[in-house]
């Protein structure tokens, strides 16, 4: 099983839909998850933490199940800007971070 | 505010040449990190430094050293490039493990011919 795994995607969907990304991990021993996003050609940026409690910023929601070692991020009324790469990060050794490959989302008019 | 800056941004090689992509950080940041993203394989480490004076290697050390000059300064270094290095790297640094937030340069895009 590899360390953190993503659909690549692309989702497409409409502006105004509801979608949901999953990525899960191997390493039960990790207690930090994260969310970034990526555009095309561009850094990555932090989106949000992802608390045990799961957690909301807007329309976004993460949410940690440890049991499955799984993370989720729900993107509500989709806008044409959230268009991006949606990557999932996972405490690795050390203080190292560990990137799943990304999932792509293209919200379309 | 600079935050993470890269240099170069971008640079061709030859196959066999040798290069260091410089990265510094004005955040104080205690630990930094060098990347490599390729087309389909996501973000890959290959070496960070969780504080002055250490470093360790990530997933894909192979072909590359790292220096953590001081506080600020971490340079990777391609001794003998090969046209697999082909990549975007991505410095990196980070307050702490806990806040998780990492703060990316804008890549150095290296091709290796």
């Known amino acids: 099983r590899k360390e953190v795994e993503q659909d690549p995607g692309p989702f497409n969907v409409p502006e105004g839909a509801t979608v949901a990304f999953n990525c899960t991990y191997s390493?039960?021993?990790?207690?930090?998850f994260f969310w970034y996003r990526q555009d095309c050609r561009k850094e990555p940026k932090l989106l949000m933490s992802?608390?045990?409690s799961g957690n909301e910023d807007g329309r976004f929601t993460a949410q940690l199940n440890r049991a499955s070692q799984y993370i989720s991020l729900l993107i509500r009324d989709s806008k044409l800007s959230d268009s991006a790469t949606y990557l999932c990060v996972v405490e690795g050794q050390g203080f190292s971070f560990i990137f799943g490959k990304g999932t792509r989302l293209l919200v379309k008019p | 505010n600079a935050g993470v800056t890269q240099t170069p941004k971008f640079q061709v090689l030859k196959t066999g040449q040798s290069m260091t992509l410089q990265c510094a950080q004005d955040m104080n940041h205690n630990s930094m990190y060098w990347y490599r993203q390729d087309p389909g394989m996501g973000l890959r480490l290959i070496y960070y430094s969780a504080s002055e004076g250490t470093t360790d290697k990530g997933e894909v050390p192979n072909g590359y050293n790292v220096s953590r000059l001081n506080k600020r300064e971490f340079s990777l270094r391609l001794e003998s490039a090969a046209p697999s290095q082909t990549s975007v790297y991505f410095c990196?640094?980070?307050?702490?493990?806990?806040?998780?937030?990492?703060?990316f340069g804008e890549g150095s895009r290296l091709t290796v011919l």
């Open positions: 390493n039960s021993a990790s207690q930090s």
């Open positions: 990196a640094s980070s307050d702490s493990r806990n806040t998780g937030e990492l703060f």
């Open positions: 992802v608390y045990s």
